[in-house]
């Protein structure tokens, strides 16, 4: 057992809460296991193979998600489901990991959302999601601009900044990692310089990026105009996107 195949994301009078590393990201669970001292009052409850905890409960980690109002599932092999459980136990789980935050991006959040940054920091392998906070979630008011409109091969979505307090945040655009015509969410934010942000790759050729970064260039007055909401209608913003010219 090593720390890093699992992390604690926090514990209470009578559990510790916590998340493994699995072999495929599909898997989103936290597990929740008694103390050693109180085992004896979970009878069903079955050993962690990585950490050697009593695991109780295996809960399903979802997105979207809206932490105080979202009911716990269980996986099919959690050793109790969650109404299973007395009640005593059960409010010390709803109050500990929905209702008692921690701090993350400046932000506070419920520790069932830090469950689900501590779960996709343990398993990278494909990163298919990154956690963001309420206040990130607000930004994510798009503007398309597809390929017709850029003369790019990808689709672009100008975005804006967050509504919350961060500090010397660096405006970016998203860009979809494909070369498919509608619109999905195979998205990499790339920052106005061209740099790609959280160690992701774009898929194009080194040509098709630098048709990327010069049309973000040519138009970089217009996306900090909807960045900064200065403009922030889209049939305007729209109108001021400037195509690509091909030699």
Known sequence: MTDKQFRIVT????????????????????????????KSKFKKASVDEITGYNVILKIILSLPHTPHYMRFNS?????????????PFRNEINKTIKKTNTTYENESIPFYDYAL??????????????????????????????KKMSGLCMNVELTLQSMGKIINQRPYLIVQNDYEDKQNLNWVKVRLDGSV???????????????????IEINKLTILLYWTQEEADYTDIVEKIKPITHT
Do not use: G
């Not at 514990?11 to 109180?38: G, M, P, Q």
């Not at 996986?75 to 009640?87: A, F, H, I």
């Not at 774009?202 to 098709?208: P, T």
């Open 11 to 38: 514990k209470s009078k009578h559990f510790i809460y916590f998340v493994t590393e699995v072999d495929e990201n599909k898997n989103w669970c936290l597990k929740i296991a008694i103390k050693e001292r109180f």
């Open 75 to 87: 996986y099919k092999d959690s050793p109790y489901k969650y109404m299973e459980l007395d009640r």
């Open 117 to 146: 940054v501590q779960w996709e920091d343990l398993n990278d392998k494909e990163r298919f999601f990154l956690y963001e906070t309420p206040n990130q979630e607000m930004r994510w008011i798009t503007a398309p601009i597809d």
């Open 197 to 215: 942000i959280d160690d992701k790759k774009l898929i194009f050729k080194e040509s098709e990026i630098n048709e990327l970064k010069t049309w």
